[in-house]
């Protein structure tokens, strides 16, 4: 029966009628185009769970207007699969700051096609950055890069920190790069050490001496000779003989 409603019968569902469909008949819609996001706001009124449990192929073709239209309660229940259906601009314009109520699961569904157009601060909920994958974190753009906070830099592992590329490098910020654990500092490729220069020596300074301790040789011998000049006496004196050698 449900399937067989048509698009104005859709339309005019009240805020009620909505409230009552179950999950189980999320499946038996044909279409959540006519779902509207004004007026009676059936979209804000289905359960979090029938949300949750909308086909991905369907959930796909939700408009900019109807993901804004979606509660925190619902978006927090998404699935990874609904969310590797959206489009940059969809996770962007249409999730937009509710981004921040997508769980850690959820978050495995932002990939190349569309993890690059977010507001990194969007991603504001408790671990959700540091649910992001190396893999993830290699596709960030450098605009995101440059968002990363002292408060996210902390909680970086070791191969998160490996993924940084040369291009992403540069953009870090100097208060992110003196967050960053010193166990991860090690794992920073010479591409990216190299790449710190490209903006300025201050990244280079903005190491400690508890992270300079963990410079590699093979680190130091990729970098440059003004790199070499810039870093800060107390770090220097930091390094192990391992790694001057």
Known sequence: QIADLSAT?????????????????????KSFAAFTTSGVDAIAN??????????????????????????????????????????????????GADIAYLSKSALAGLSKSNIGNFTLTDLSGDGQFAALTPAQIALLSTAQIAAISADNAVTMTPAAVAAITATQAPKLTTAAIASLDPKTISSLSNKAIVALTTVSDAQIQAFTPEQAVNLTSSQ???????????IESEDFLALTPAAIK
């Open 9 to 29: 019968q859709i339309a005019t569902l009240t805020a009620d009628q909505a409230l009552a469909l179950q999950p189980v008949q999320a499946g038996m819609f």
């Open 46 to 95: 289905l359960d979090p769970k029938f949300v949750a449990a909308i086909p991905a192929a369907k959930f796909a073709a939700f408009t900019n207007n109807q993901l804004g239209e979606l509660t925190g309660d619902q978006v927090a229940l998404l699935s990874s699969a609904q969310i590797a259906t959206l489009t940059a601009d969809k996770v962007d314009n249409g999730l």
């Open 220 to 230: 130091l011998k990729a970098m440059t000779s003004s790199q070499i000049g810039a």
